[in-house]
């Protein structure tokens, strides 16, 4: 052993460290400027808060002793479970104490938290009872996007591919009508992104790395959002997608084409949930890409264009519908710049401030995860992630709320804590849901 390989240790052993120190004084010095900002007349139209939307304001009750029993019990027995467990029961598992501790988180500042996200005018719920026929909405949707129009979309309905909306309506046709159901489907669709996600670890770079992420993926600060935010079900039905062509690029025959047509039909239904998912499009392409080998180019090529048909398909029904994807989205961006709160906010600090929110929404274990990735495939999920975050900020058409707009990417890179040195990794796990339980009991976050 040669001396420069016991401090090559040492320094990795501390990177993670390091990064997470200055990416927590980046966030403070984004906060401070807010302040400055907002202490100076500017309206960073984000309730009072400086980074995340949502003022200060302590609730602290004997509630908030179920998310610390949830993280107390992941924590302490979270990593070795993951470890022992048949795949397929911590796959299940997974999502179900990812739920448990979204609602725990949520319900410490109240009952009431849970539905009361979706209930202001902004929200998709409101415009439920706009949509009569199917037909008529989807050929009519684009008109009644612009603000001035004769009777507009509320704001979140406007800056969406019309799917989001039709999401809840179908919700409410099947007779699941009200707030309450609103808020399980976007729950629901949230949590499912962590099978999503292992499953997708797992064709990936093996079952080994998946269960070294579950714990991380469970009690992940982003759970704050899953609970509750239409981002979240946004985030199942992509990450669902991407584990489609995933898991048929490590499959053969007709199996790999029905995953990757199936995969493909889940990301075009994502692009009719939100326009910014096309940046998730890398991500896609990466999971086949990793399998060149094994499957040749033509293998890989046939994956992306069965799951292209996928996408094509749904792109294809829409049209029939009367809605067209590039239409849509001029007026969606149109309607964004034409508002206040895109005027009025600065784009040179958001374009920072986005991605401190980012930051805390994806906790400090992720941050010490990038800061230890290594020449790895798996480094890939989490570095194309990062462009495809780093491609929708550079658009300035995001300012601010980025700890929800951003969850379908989060949950991919929250695979780097896959690199975190062993010994650390109980550490970070603790510190992240720390985290968590401080943002909800002392910012009231609007989601």
């Known amino acids: 052993m040669t001396s420069a390989e016991p401090t090559t240790s040492r320094v990795r052993r501390r990177l993670p460290v390091v990064a997470v120190v200055a990416t927590a004084l980046f966030v403070l010095v984004v906060g401070f400027i807010g302040w400055r900002l907002a202490e100076g007349g500017t309206v960073l139209h984000l309730l009072g808060g400086y980074v995340l939307r949502g003022g200060f304001g302590v609730v602290l009750t004997p509630r908030v002793l179920m998310p610390v029993a949830v993280a107390v019990a992941v924590v302490l027995v979270g990593p070795g479970l993951a470890s022992r467990l048949r795949f397929g029961v911590l796959v299940a598992g997974s999502a179900v104490v990812a739920a448990v501790w979204a609602v725990a988180l949520a319900l410490s500042s109240?009952?009431?938290?849970?539905?009361?996200?979706?209930?202001?005018?902004?929200e998709y719920p409101?415009?439920?009872?706009?949509?009569?026929?199917?037909?008529?909405?989807?050929?009519?949707?684009?008109?009644?996007?612009?603000?001035?129009?004769?009777?507009?979309?509320?704001?979140?309905v406007a800056g969406h591919p019309p799917g989001a909306l039709l999401a809840f309506v179908l919700l409410d046709r099947l007779g699941l009508s009200g707030l309450g159901w609103d808020a399980a489907l976007c729950i629901v669709g949230g949590v499912l992104a962590v099978p999503a996600v292992l499953v997708t670890v797992r064709a990936v770079a093996g079952e080994g790395?998946?269960?070294?992420v579950a714990p991380f993926l469970v009690l992940a600060p982003i759970a704050l959002w899953v609970a509750t935010s239409a981002d979240a079900l946004f985030a199942g039905v992509a990450s669902w997608g991407v584990a489609g062509l995933a898991t048929a690029a490590v499959s053969s025959g007709r199996r790999?084409?029905?995953?990757?047509?199936?995969?493909?039909?889940?990301?075009?239904l994502a692009l009719f949930l939100s326009f910014g998912l096309t940046a998730l499009g890398l991500v896609a392409v990466v999971v086949v890409l990793v399998h060149r080998r094994a499957l040749g180019w033509g293998g890989v090529v046939r994956v992306l264009a069965v799951g292209a048909v996928g996408v094509l398909l749904v792109v294809g029904l829409f049209l029939l519908g009367g809605y067209w994807w590039l239409d849509g989205f001029h007026a969606a961006g149109d309607r964004v710049r034409s508002g206040p709160s895109y005027a009025n906010r600065p784009l040179a600090f958001f374009l920072f401030s986005n991605l401190a929110a980012g930051a805390l929404a994806v906790g400090p274990a992720a941050i010490?995860?990038?800061?230890?990735?290594?020449?790895?495939?798996?480094?890939?999920?989490?570095?194309?992630?990062?462009?495809?975050i780093l491609a929708s900020d550079s658009t300035g058409l995001v300012r601010g709320e980025t700890e929800r707009i951003w969850l379908p990417f989060y949950v991919w890179v929250l695979c780097a804590t896959a690199f975190l040195p062993q010994r650390q990794r109980r550490m970070w796990l603790a510190l992240g849901a720390a985290l968590a339980i401080v943002i909800e009991v002392t910012v009231r976050t609007e989601w």
């Open 368 to 388: 010490a995860g990038l800061a230890s990735l290594r020449r790895h495939r798996l480094a890939l999920l989490p570095l194309t992630a990062l462009v495809g």
């Open 209 to 212: 790395h998946a269960r070294v």
């Open 126 to 156: 409101n415009d439920v009872p706009r949509v009569g026929s199917i037909g008529t909405f989807l050929s009519t949707f684009t008109q009644f996007v612009p603000a001035d129009s004769a009777d507009p979309w509320t704001t979140h």
């Open 110 to 122: 109240g009952w009431h938290r849970l539905p009361e996200p979706l209930s202001v005018v902004y």
């Open 256 to 268: 790999r084409d029905a995953k990757a047509l199936a995969g493909g039909l889940l990301l075009g």
